[in-house]
C-alpha cells in the first residue's frame, strides 16, 4: 500500500478559502481607511482652520479611492473565478495564499503613495502590487483550468473571458503607470478612470469589450 | 455564437457577498473602540487623576455609542433587504461595495467628529457619511427591484416597507444634522435618540412607523 | 390588509448574525496583542536590555491571557445558545449587536488594566465590562426562550444549563473583583483561575457543577 | 434524571469554529503589513532618499514573508485536519481557541524580531511562537484522535501523514533555530528555505516525503 504524503490531501476545502480570502480583502479595506488622518486638534483653532485641514487629506482620499477600487476589482475578479471549481488542491491553496499576501500589501503601498505622492517610486511601487495582484490571479486561474479543477459544465468562452480581462487590464495598468515620465498625477488619474469604468461596467462599446 | 463579456458572469455570488459585508461590518465596528484612547500613563499619579482622565473620553464615548448603533442599523438593513434576493449580478455587488466604502468611512468621520465635537464641519461631515450609507442602501434596493433580482414571492409591501424606512430615517437624520445651527450637541442627542429608537423599536404609535 | 412594518421583517438572518458576531469576536482577540508592544529599539542595547525590557511586558501579558480566556468563554457560551435557536429576530438581532458591543469593549478595558494594573478604577471597570458582558447574554438566553425562538426539541434541562453557567460564573467574577479591596492582583488571579477552570473544565467535583 | 452540565453541551459547532479561526488567521495574515512602515516624509527630499529608506525595510520584509508562511502552513495544517472531523467537543473547541491565541501572538513576535533582527532572544521568541503553534496543532490532532471525533472513514495512514508532517516540520524549525549560535541570519534562511519547500511542495524526493 502506497504511502499517503501530507501534500495529496492538505488545503482542498474551497469554503476555507473563501472565508480566508473574504476576511483578508474585508480587513484590508478596512485597514486603508486609518490613511486618513484626523487633523492634530491642537493645530486648529476655528471652522476655517479645520476646513483646511480637511483639504490637506485630499491625496489621501485619492488614493484611499484607488485602492478599494483595486481590492474591490480583484475581489470580484477572484470570486469570479472561483465559484466556477469544482475541487481545489494544496497549490491551487497556496497560489491564493500567495494572492492574499499581495492583497495584504496593498494599505502598505497605498500609504507610501499617500505619503510620497509625488515620487516616482512610490508609484512605481503601486503598480508592481497591482501587476502581482494580476500576475497571481493569472496563475490561479492557469493551475485551475490546466489541472482540472473547473467545473466541467463551465463553457470555453467563460474561460477566455477571465483571461481576457485580466490580461486587458493589466496592459492598461501599465499603460497609466508609464505616463507617469509625464507626472505621477497622470498616471493616478488614468488607473482611476480605468477602474471605475472597471466598477461602472458601461454597457457600450469600447467599454464592454474590456 | 455571441463573445461571453465578464461583466456578464462576474459577481454573481451572494454568499460571498454577504462574507466580505459581515467581515468589514464587523471589522468597522471593533475599530470604533481604537478612539477610546487609554490615558498616558505618565500623567496620572492617583485613583483620582485616572477617574478624572477617564471623565475626559465622555466626548469619545458618546460618538462611538453613536457610530456602533449607525453601523447596527445599516448593517440589519443591508442583511433584510438582501435576504430577500434570489440573485446577483455585477452592478449589485459593485454597488454593495461602494457602499462598504461608506462603511470603512465611518471609524474616520468617527474619529474627526470625536476630535472636534464643537466643530459644525465635523458634524456635517458626519451626517454626510450617513446620508451616503442611505443613499447607497437606497441604490442597492433600487437596483434589486428594478432589475428582477429579488424572490418572486416577496410580498410588494415588503419592498414598500424597506423604502419606507430609509426616507424616514434620513429625513430625520437630515432634520438632526440640521439642529447643528443651534448646537452640535443638540444634533448628537436627536441623532443618538431617533438610533435607540430604530434600536430597540418600541411597539406602540407613533414609533412602529418609523 | 395590514401594514407591514419594517420591524416585522428585519434582522432575522440567524446565519449572518454568526458571521457577525465571529468576525468581531475575532478582530477584538487579534487587537488584543497590539498591548504588547515592541520595546523601542533606541534604548536597547545587547541582550540583557531585551531581555530586560521584555520582563517589563509581563502585567501586559497577563492581562491578554485574562482577555482572550474572556474572549474565549463569551464566544463558547453565545455560540452554545445560539446553536439551539430555530429563528431570530428584530430584539434578538439587536441584543446581540449590544453584546458585540460589549465585546469590542474589551481590548479598551484591557488596555486600560495593563497600563494601570494597579488602579483600582481599572479593575472596577474590566469587571464592568465583564459584567456587562454577562449581563447582555443573558438578556439573549430570556428573549430566545420567552418568545419562543429556541427548537422545540431543546430539552428544558438544556435551558437550566445555561442559565445556571451564567449565574455563577458572574457570582465568581464579582467575588474576584471584589478582591480589590485587598489587591488587584488578588482579583487578577482569582479571576484567571476561574477562567482557567472554565476553559479546561476538569471532570471532578465541584469543578463540574460551575 | 441526571442533571445536564454546561460543559457537556458547549462548544460543539464546527462551523462556528472554522468561522472564527478564518477570521483570526486573516487578521493576523493582515496586521503583519503594519510592520512595513512608511518612511517619516519629513526625512526624505528626493527620489534617492525614498530608494534608500525603502531599502532600509529589507528586514522587515523577510520576517513579513517568514510570518505569512508560517500562518499560512498553519492555516492549511488546521484546515486539513479539521475536515476529517465528525463532531467537535467543548476540550476541541478549547484548544482551538489556545491554537488562535499563538496565532495572535505572531504578529507580535514577527514585529520584536523585525526590530531586534540580530538579537538571538527575538529569535528564540520567534521560534518558541512556532513551537507552541507545533504543540497545539498536535494537541488538538490528538484529542480528535483519541475522542473519537474524526469521521470514521478516514484512512489510517491519513492521520500517520498528518502526525509525520508536523513532527518533521517541528524538528526542522528547532535545528533552524539552533543555527543561531552561528548567526540569525543563517536561523532566518533555513527556517524560509523550509518553508518555502512546504508551500511549494516539490514532488520530487526527498522533499515528497516532508
Same mark, same amino acid.
Given at each position: 500500500? =502506497? /504511502?499517503?504524503?501530507?501534500?495529496?490531501?492538505?488545503?482542498?476545502? #474551497?469554503?476555507? @478559502?473563501?472565508?480566508?480570502? *473574504?476576511?483578508?480583502?474585508? %480587513?484590508?479595506?478596512?485597514?486603508?481607511? $486609518?490613511?486618513?488622518?484626523?487633523?492634530?486638534?491642537?493645530?486648529?483653532? *476655528?471652522?476655517?482652520?479645520?476646513?483646511?485641514?480637511?483639504?490637506? $487629506?485630499?491625496?489621501?482620499?485619492?488614493?484611499?479611492?484607488?485602492?478599494?477600487? /483595486?481590492?474591490?476589482?480583484? +475581489?470580484?475578479?477572484?470570486?469570479?473565478?472561483?465559484?466556477?471549481? !469544482?475541487?481545489?488542491?494544496?497549490?491551487?491553496? +497556496?497560489?491564493?495564499?500567495?494572492?492574499?499576501?499581495?492583497? /495584504?500589501?496593498?494599505?502598505?503601498?497605498?500609504?507610501? #503613495? !499617500?505619503?510620497? %505622492?509625488?515620487?516616482?517610486?512610490?508609484?512605481?511601487?503601486? &503598480?508592481?502590487?497591482?501587476?502581482?495582484?494580476?500576475?497571481?490571479?493569472?496563475? %490561479? @486561474?492557469?493551475?485551475?483550468?490546466?489541472?482540472? @479543477?473547473?467545473?466541467?459544465?463551465?463553457?470555453?468562452?467563460?474561460?477566455?473571458? #477571465?483571461?481576457?480581462?485580466?490580461?486587458? !487590464?493589466?496592459?492598461?495598468?501599465?499603460?497609466?503607470?508609464?505616463?507617469?515620465?509625464?507626472?505621477? &498625477?497622470?498616471?493616478?488619474?488614468?488607473?482611476?478612470?480605468?477602474?471605475?469604468?472597471?466598477? %461602472?461596467? =458601461?454597457?457600450?462599446?469600447?467599454?464592454?469589450?474590456?
Amino acid at each position: 500500500m =502506497p /504511502t499517503t504524503f501530507y501534500n495529496s490531501i492538505a488545503g482542498r476545502n #474551497l469554503h476555507r @478559502l473563501e472565508a480566508l480570502s *473574504d476576511g483578508v480583502f474585508a %480587513i484590508a479595506m478596512t485597514l486603508l481607511v $486609518l490613511d486618513l488622518r484626523v487633523p492634530a486638534a491642537e493645530a486648529i483653532h *476655528d471652522e476655517r482652520g479645520l476646513a483646511h485641514a480637511l483639504g490637506a $487629506l485630499a491625496p489621501s482620499l485619492l488614493t484611499y479611492l484607488m485602492s478599494f477600487l /483595486t481590492l474591490g476589482i480583484f +475581489w470580484v475578479g477572484q470570486q469570479t473565478q472561483h465559484e466556477h471549481l !469544482a475541487r481545489g488542491d494544496r497549490a491551487y491553496a +497556496w497560489l491564493n495564499i500567495a494572492f492574499l499576501m499581495a492583497v /495584504t500589501l496593498v494599505p502598505f503601498s497605498t500609504s507610501l #503613495l !499617500a505619503a510620497f %505622492i509625488a515620487y516616482r517610486i512610490a508609484l512605481l511601487l503601486y &503598480w508592481a502590487n497591482i501587476l502581482l495582484l494580476g500576475l497571481l490571479i493569472g496563475a %490561479i @486561474l492557469y493551475r485551475a483550468e490546466t489541472f482540472g @479543477l473547473m467545473k466541467a459544465d463551465v463553457p470555453k468562452d467563460y474561460r477566455a473571458a #477571465l483571461i481576457r480581462r485580466v490580461v486587458i !487590464a493589466q496592459m492598461l495598468y501599465a499603460f497609466g503607470a508609464a505616463l507617469c515620465v509625464f507626472s505621477n &498625477w497622470w498616471s493616478i488619474g488614468f488607473i482611476v478612470a480605468v477602474q471605475l469604468v472597471y466598477a %461602472i461596467g =458601461p454597457r457600450m462599446k469600447p467599454f464592454s469589450w474590456l
